[in-house]
């Protein structure tokens, strides 16, 4: 098991790269819950170098395979302000969370344009694998943790609305639908 994942560079560095398209709220897609990763081989290799691709061009810090309707335990994660500190995890699991939360504004490449505020665990461990099948942990606190249970979450099919009120649900479904007869028309 390593102490650290390894860190790696943007994906946009590599060749052959492919932007993937990113499912919207309400798409039910997004309610699946994601099965583990078990094969850890080139396919999974590009499905991470793809998904950081697509996130830095979003742009955005997180993205999780669901949210590209692929419906396995894998996220990518870069909060750095200079997009060089790409973290991927494979089959995720929170292994400890402190009892200390914080209230963050979170946003979703899922759910674009909507922010609101949801309440988390100021501090997590995050046991996950890396994309050669390499088990670590991550001590996560700040942005880095708010990412990383937001991205959690899209695996087990929840958007981070759904910590808002039914009332805030409901307007940000039509505010998007509107969006969309709009951008149809």
């Known amino acids: 098991m390593h102490a650290e994942p390894p860190a790696y560079g943007p994906a946009r560095r590599e060749s052959n790269v ?5 499912l ?16 850890f081989d080139e396919r999974l290799r590009k499905l991470a170098a793809d998904m950081a691709e697509t996130m830095y061009a979003a742009p955005g ?37 402190s009892e200390e939360t914080v209230v963050c504004e979170e946003g979703c490449l899922s759910v674009p344009g909507i922010y609101d ?31 990383v249970q937001h991205e959690m979450d899209h695996l087990l099919g929840k958007v981070f609305v759904e910590y808002l009120s039914p009332l805030k649900q409901d307007r940000i479904r039509t505010k998007l639908k509107k969006r969309k007869a709009r951008e149809a028309a």
């Open 117 to 147: 505020e949801v309440r988390r665990p100021a501090k997590v461990r995050v046991r996950a694998q890396d994309v050669q099948g390499e088990t670590f942990d991550l001590d996560c606190e700040g942005l880095l943790a708010v990412c």
């Open 24 to 39: 919207e709220y309400p798409d039910p897609r997004l309610k699946k819950v994601a099965q583990p990763v078990t094969r």
């Open 61 to 97: 810090v997180g993205l999780a395979a669901t949210q590209v309707d692929v419906h396995e335990r894998l996220i990518v994660v870069d909060v750095s302000e200079t997009k060089d500190q790409l973290y991927v995890f494979a089959n995720p699991e929170i292994v400890w969370a």
């Open 18 to 22: 492919a932007l993937l398209p990113i």
